[in-house]
């Protein structure tokens, strides 16, 4: 056994890097500094700058004002509700895949994290086609509201429970990673001392997945707060304003002057923001499994199989298919308030979107290169980066991953304009602006994936074990060598898992798009929106069909290759 | 030539004083085990030869080139040592062939001098036929030989050995302590051998360095360690001696002094000191008399037989001795006595440990 | 596996920059008009211009303004030609000096009332603002504003935003300078329970879905809907319809000033007006015949406003409104 002493303090002690791995470290830095902070940083100084002499001014301004308490006011309760929803509904889910012998898991996994592919506006769209008065489905059921009345959806339960449901799937991928890692001698040595699996769940498998479930529900809550698809479709007709739609609101209704207020707003964001994810700093960091054994062994259901199956597939149906079918049906009519018939049928949406719409189609292309793009840059900087905070416990890795989470925390909106503030002037050497170009587009995306990627690389790296690299500095190999030959191998799916999940997320992106975008530059989640906003909402729906198709394609692809890929790459894969 | 200088290392993890006042000499080709229990700073002191720690003060020498201390430090690619890692860290995604020649393929020698060497390292382990398996495919013992086989293909003037053998069954144990004695006298690598079992330290090693607390109890080689412990701690540790307090009498010659133990005399080896000390007995320096002949009194000590265990050959006889305060003793015996009966000891031999170095 | 990767980020390097290389543009344009309208008229005008290279940046007329904003403050402005919505936008573009006065624009047939006197921006379209209906949900057809004020059809009634939409910035603005209505009727409205959406999508959206009865909203939308088989109609209130005049300009710091100029003179040509009508517009020459099923140009009723006087109050009446309604 190694010494335990020198074991624990290892992992304990930051080890002092030689010159050369510094060197490369700051490059990571600069890296996360020009990318994500000194948009920020450029935006908040509008803050304070724009009443001279008087910084705090601003600030006590925006924060007294009557419509921005309301909308803090929604904006906590509402992310409060669906983080609590998300944080049930994830880990139950969790759960009852990763214990239980449940036949079908890897298709119930892959529809239950099907909001995670779907931007939110398309998701939100489909929910009010669902639950409209004009729903096909809801009146078959006759269970429809009555027409001329208030969509249920537009209030701030609705928010709460869409908002829930898309981001279920990011609390149920931590509680399962984690819930992967308990090995299977802690349940064996409870069944010897006579507990049965409710009573071993209950009392050692929750209390080990405590960090995890806490952690999956603070990284719901930042996703909540700064969620502006959701609350720009539900609240705003529904009157129910947040900090997001608010900051939209001001952006749209009063320009850049407001640039100084709308960041102040975003600064009470990115305090909120802090706090959960301090929050998850203190409450997720339990006793981490360091031992390593052999996966754990599913308790069979038996008669329980019979309410349990049933039951997730009602959920499942109402909560992801049902939404998704009333987009379909949506996008086969002539115009909205059509009935579907046989005749009323029509492919003109489709046609107008693959063919009449020059936009549409260079949009398709747009979005899968920048989104493949910001999936292999950011695995590539994360590879360094992960490894530096894992397994060599840098105290400047840990600050480069602190900083890295800033521009996740903050909405999207800001972001974009924090960009274009900087790039838009003409860079120092190379005299061009990369302003107008799909560059600076990929730059913002890159802002906000290096988080996404970093959370699955770091965790494979607490799992390897440290000789392996430690074998390789024996063996002479210098760091970029060993990086090159023994981590990245190492470590490879959990990389491609963090690529592949960047991928997904910028594919549809909206928020930052909406405003980066330039002529020949659109990309996929902007020309959706613009057409519902257009009130082409039938063209929108088909083109949100066609991109959900692409997406669930790639989907099915990786589930095919994920026989030979390591368990954990692919999500759904039970 | 010296092949391992350790000049007064010492290194701390925050509060915890992991290693002071360490000093070692290792010459060309010798094979020295660090030996001591878990938490005595062996591994810390193996790591710190490696260069994955910085001591905090002291040098270390390897060869005439200083690798650690005054400003200096030499990162552990830069130190041309191999080592055997107690996980074995087999590259997974390499083969075995590639996993030996890694370290060449990283030197850059050409592919076709860099096959021979790695065919010669497998066939030192005798795992020649095993080149193209991947480690998933190994058994323990096997993939034991081909971290050997990496570090033999280096040729490295030192290798370091972190409690190779501890995941392996006895039996594997055994043929594996061969092949490193063999390999150590073949090569001429100096082996600096990290181990807590102190059997295997004392059957490997040319000199054992004995370690705890952080710090240096006696380097020596193992037949000095046994009969001559300088302090306590190693006469616990080694042999699982005994130590009772004595009062020493006079000294009877250059190597013995005359002693009064467990009220009797009895004669010790070691130097005259303070007439209050200790002494390390083993079982087989005590006599167990059964007979009912009459005895001087002053020459045996009477005690009770609490328990009787079988050696596979001989026993060991458990007694308590009749004085006050008095520890179990261990005697060894052929013919075992009955549990519960008084018998009487001699004290035939013993060895008298050095005063405790004011700290 | 390492060559694969090394090959696909090259692969995905070179397609990024064909991508990005800097597209020749020739005329870049800055519209809120609808991009599929936006498509066809592109396309008719090289049909009378075909070596200029028309490229575009749609979104709603807020959006286009910050964006503009935004350019104007880091020092590079990109458009040559704007084109948006309301009256308001373009009068503050003109008092900041960053619009170019074209003399010589052919503005001999056309309605006084769309000219800016500095002819530095020039009306494209007459767009006016009515009441849409759900035809399964309400029998009888509106006649009056305040027929919305019932309440059982405010809380039924919604309207888009003056923060998202330029044609409802105008509208708010036009119905709260007249005596008649003021912010009365706003407020009474807010009160009965009608919501704001965005911008006019999603009021003919809400209402052709039938989770509204009433919507206040732009013309064409609704009567394109009902074209397309909505069971939605539009109705004129006696009262009379705010105007929106889509002015197109030329901003000063244009780098292609002829391509811009030919772009204006055929927005005010003949040409471009049948267009309009096609894609469901009122003409702005008073003689040419309207799409189907509208009424003749010259029997509307306009309710009156003053461009100055809306662009004065345009950042309290946004305020006022948002307070209103929730922000």
């Known amino acids: 056994m190694t010494d335990p002493a020198t074991a624990a303090a290892g992992r304990r002690r930051p080890l002092l890097l030689p010159r050369s791995e510094q060197l490369f470290l700051c490059l990571v830095l600069a890296y996360v500094a020009v990318i994500g902070l000194w948009p920020l940083l450029r935006l908040f100084s509008e803050t304070f700058t724009s009443v001279p002499g008087q910084p705090l001014a601003l600030l006590q301004d925006v924060w007294s004002s009557r419509s921005l308490q309301r909308a803090l006011g929604n904006t906590i309760v509402a992310s409060a509700g669906a983080t609590l929803f998300a944080t049930v509904i994830g880990s139950a889910m969790a759960l009852v895949i990763g214990i239980t012998d449940l036949p079908g898991k890897s298709l119930a996994v892959f529809v239950f994290l099907l909001p995670l592919l779907i931007p939110p506006q398309i998701t939100a769209m489909a929910w009010t086609e669902f639950t409209g008065s004009n729903s096909l489905i809801l009146n078959l059921l006759h269970l429809a509201p009555a027409p001329g009345s208030a969509n249920p959806l537009y209030s701030g339960y609705g928010i709460m429970l869409v908002m829930g449901i898309e981001h279920a799937a990011i609390v149920f991928l931590t509680v399962r990673a984690s819930l992967r890692a308990v090995p299977r001698d802690l349940i064996e040595a409870a069944r010897l001392a006579g507990a049965g699996p409710k009573h071993i769940t209950r009392k050692i498998i929750l209390p080990v997945l405590r960090p995890a479930i806490l952690s999956g529900a603070a990284l719901a809550f930042v996703s909540a707060i700064g969620n502006f698809g959701v609350p720009a479709l539900l609240g705003i007709p529904g009157r129910y304003p947040m900090l997001t739609t608010l900051i939209y609101q001001q952006l749209n209704g009063f320009g850049p002057t407001v640039l100084g207020s709308v960041s102040a707003v975003s600064l009470l964001l990115v305090a909120l923001a802090a706090i959960g994810l301090g929050m998850k700093a203190l409450l997720a960091a339990g006793p981490a499994t360091i031992e390593r054994g052999a996966e754990l062994q599913p308790f069979p259901l038996g008669g329980w199989l019979l309410i349990l199956l049933p039951l997730l597939w009602l959920w499942l149906g109402i909560s992801a298919a049902m939404p998704l079918l009333s987009l379909l049906v949506t996008s086969f009519l002539p115009a909205v308030g059509v009935p579907l018939t046989a005749a009323s049928a029509t492919l003109d949406n489709y046609r107008f979107v693959l063919l009449n719409d020059a936009s549409t189609q260079r949009a398709f292309v747009n979005s899968f290169a920048l989104a493949a793009a910001a999936g292999v840059v950011s695995a590539l900087i994360a590879l360094p980066l992960g490894y530096f905070l894992a397994l060599r416990r840098s105290r400047l890795a840990r600050l480069i991953d602190l900083l890295a989470d800033a521009p996740y925390a ?90 592949i999940l960047v991928f997904m997320i910028a594919f549809t992106e909206l928020t930052v798009s909406a405003l980066l975008w330039s002529s020949g530059h659109e990309t996929l989640g ?49 | 030539m010296a092949s391992v200088i350790a000049t007064d290392l010492g290194k701390s993890f925050g509060q915890h004083q992991a290693l002071s006042h360490i000093n070692l000499v290792a010459g060309s080709g010798e094979f020295i085990a ?61 083969t075995v062939a590639e996993n030996v020649g890694f370290a060449l393929s990283v030197r850059g020698m050409p592919g076709a001098e860099r096959r021979k060497r790695v065919a010669e390292a497998l066939e030192l382990v005798g795992l020649s036929a095993y080149a193209a398996r991947r480690p998933a495919q190994l058994s323990g013992g096997q993939r034991q030989r081909v971290a050997l086989a990496r570090c033999l293909a280096m040729r490295p003037p030192v290798i370091l050995l972190d409690e190779p053998l501890a995941n392996l069954d006895a039996h594997l144990r055994e043929t594996m302590q061969h092949e490193f004695r063999r390999l150590n006298r073949e090569l001429g690598s100096t082996f600096i051998y990290v181990t807590h079992d102190h059997a295997e330290a004392m059957s490997l090693a040319d000199r054992v360095l004995v370690m705890s607390g952080g710090e240096v109890q006696q380097l020596a080689a193992p037949v000095t360690l046994y009969r001559e412990p300088a302090t306590r701690m190693v006469a616990e540790f080694i042999g699982g001696s005994m130590v009772l307090p004595v009062r020493l009498r006079r000294p009877l010659d250059e190597l013995h002094v005359e002693a009064e133990v467990e009220r009797q005399l009895c004669r010790l080896r070691g130097t005259m000191q303070e007439s209050e000390a200790f002494a ?74 050095p005063p405790e170095r004011p700290l | 596996m390492r060559i694969l990767l090394a090959t696909f980020c090259a692969a995905l390097l070179s397609g990024l920059t064909a991508i990005g290389s800097a597209q020749a543009s020739d005329l870049l344009v800055y519209t809120s008009q609808p991009s599929d309208q936006m498509a066809e008229v592109i396309k008719a005008f090289n049909a009378a211009h075909p070596d200029i290279k028309v490229n575009l940046f749609r979104s709603g007329t807020t959006e286009v303004m910050n964006k503009l904003q935004a350019e104007f403050a880091a020092g590079a402005p990109q458009a040559d030609v704007i084109m948006i919505a309301d009256v308001v936008a373009a009068t503050q573009l003109k008092k900041d000096g960053r619009l170019y006065a074209y003399q010589d624009a052919p503005v001999a047939d056309l309605p006084k009332a769309l000219i800016d006197p500095d002819h530095t921006f020039f009306g494209t379209k007459m767009i006016t603002t009515g009441i849409v209906y759900n035809t399964s949900l309400v029998k009888t057809a ?74 206040i909203v732009v013309e064409y939308m609704a009567y394109n809907a009902k074209a397309k088989g909505s069971p939605v109609d539009f109705a004129f209130p006696k009262e009379g319809a705010s105007i929106v005049s889509q002015p197109v300009a030329i901003l000063k710091t244009a780098k292609n000033l002829e391509a811009a100029k030919a772009f204006v003179e055929w927005q005010l040509s003949r040409a471009a007006q049948e267009l309009s009508v096609h894609q469901g517009y009122f003409p702005i020459f008073s003689d040419m015949t309207p799409p189907a099923g509208y009424p003749a140009v010259g029997s509307l009723k306009i309710l009156d406003a003053d461009g100055e006087t809306l662009l004065k109050n345009d950042a309290a009446t946004k305020k006022k409104f948002a307070d209103l309604f929730g922000g």
Request: proline share 8%.
């Open chain 1, 526 to 574: 902007v020309v959706v929106f613009m057409l519902h906003g257009e009130g082409n909402t039938t063209g929108a729906a088909a083109l949100a069909v066609l991109m959900i198709t692409v997406i669930t394609g790639l989907a099915l692809v990786m589930s095919a290759v994920s026989r030979w890929l390591p368990k954990g790459v692919v999500p759904w894969q039970a």
């Open chain 2, 280 to 353: 390390s007995f083993r079982p087989k320096d005590l006599e167990l008399l059964t007979g009912t002949a009459p005895v001087e009194p002053g020459t045996v000590s009477p005690a009770r037989v609490l328990d009787v265990i079988y050696r596979g050959g001989s026993y060991i006889t458990l007694v308590r001795p009749e004085s006050a305060d008095a520890p179990l003793l261990r005697i060894a015996t052929d013919s075992p006595p009955r549990i519960g009966d008084t018998i009487a000891f001699r004290i035939r031999d013993g060895w008298i440990l």
């Open chain 1, 410 to 499: 903050v909405p999207g909106i800001v972001l974009a304009i924090g960009v274009i503030l900087v790039f838009l002037p003409p860079l120092p050497v190379l005299h061009v602006s990369l302003y107008g170009t799909i560059w600076i587009i990929l730059i913002a995306y890159l802002a906000r994936s290096l988080p996404l990627a970093l959370r699955p690389t770091i965790a494979a790296f607490e799992q390897l074990d440290r000789a392996l690299d430690e074998a390789g500095q024996i063996a002479g190999a210098g760091l970029l060598k060993r990086m090159w030959r023994i981590l990245m191998p190492s470590v490879a799916p959990s990389l491609a898992a963090g690529a």
């Open chain 2, 34 to 94: 660090l030996l001591g229990p878990s938490g005595c700073g062996k591994t810390t002191l193996l790591r710190l030869l490696a260069g994955f720690e910085r001591p905090d003060h002291g040098s270390i020498e390897l060869g005439e080139i200083l690798v650690a201390g005054r400003g200096i430090y030499l990162p552990p690619e830069k130190r041309n040592i191999g080592m055997v890692f107690q996980s074995y860290a087999l590259w997974p995604h390499m």
């Open chain 3, 142 to 215: 509106p006649t009056s504003w305040n027929d919305l004020l019932a309440p059982e059809a405010a809380k039924s009634v919604i309207m888009p935003s003056p923060l998202y939409s330029g044609a409802a910035a105008i509208h708010v603005g036009t119905v709260v300078q007249d005596a008649a209505f003021g912010w009365g009727y706003f407020e009474k409205l807010a009160t009965e329970g009608a919501s704001a959406g965005k911008g006019n999508g999603t009021v003919i959206d809400a209402v052709a879905r039938g989770d509204k009865a009433y919507g």
